[in-house]
């Protein structure tokens, strides 16, 4: 029974920065792989970022490399997602994802637990 909750969402101006957090119970996370997506009205769930939680590896998707974070604190069972020089194109619903294994995943149908979103919202 893994639970994900996000949280740090908000309104930010443009070329700002946020920190996402998603925290994690239900399990220990050694054998995980956990993910980062977003979603805006009328798109499709994007992918960007993941991070293996063994070893800290992580890959990011081109909509977000150089600009985004993603980490994890062990102690605290919680992923991170920062977020920095945010764009108005940013703005969504922002998702945390978790799924048993090793291999880092881009696709959402790869990931078994999801937490229930928070909303970023960029202005101009």
């Known amino acids: 029974q893994v639970q994900l909750v996000e949280s740090g969402g908000g309104l930010v101006q443009a070329g700002g920065s946020l920190r996402l957090s998603c925290a994690a119970s239900?399990?220990?996370?050694?054998?995980?792989?956990m993910g980062w997506f977003r979603q805006a009205p009328g798109k499709e769930r994007e992918f960007l970022a993941t991070?293996?939680?063994?070893?800290?590896?992580?890959y990011y998707g081109d909509s977000v490399k150089g600009r985004f974070t993603i980490s994890r604190d062990n102690a605290k069972n919680t992923v991170y997602l920062q977020m920095n020089s945010l764009k108005p194109e940013d703005t969504a619903v922002y998702y945390c994802?978790?799924?048993?294994?090793?291999?880092?995943?881009?696709?959402?149908?790869?990931?078994?637990?999801w937490g229930q979103g928070t909303q970023v919202t960029v202005s101009s």
């Open positions: 991070i293996r939680w063994s070893t800290g590896s992580t």
């Open positions: 239900g399990r220990t996370f050694s054998s995980y792989v």
């Open positions: 994802a978790a799924t048993r294994g090793f291999v880092l995943r881009t696709s959402r149908n790869e990931y078994d637990y």
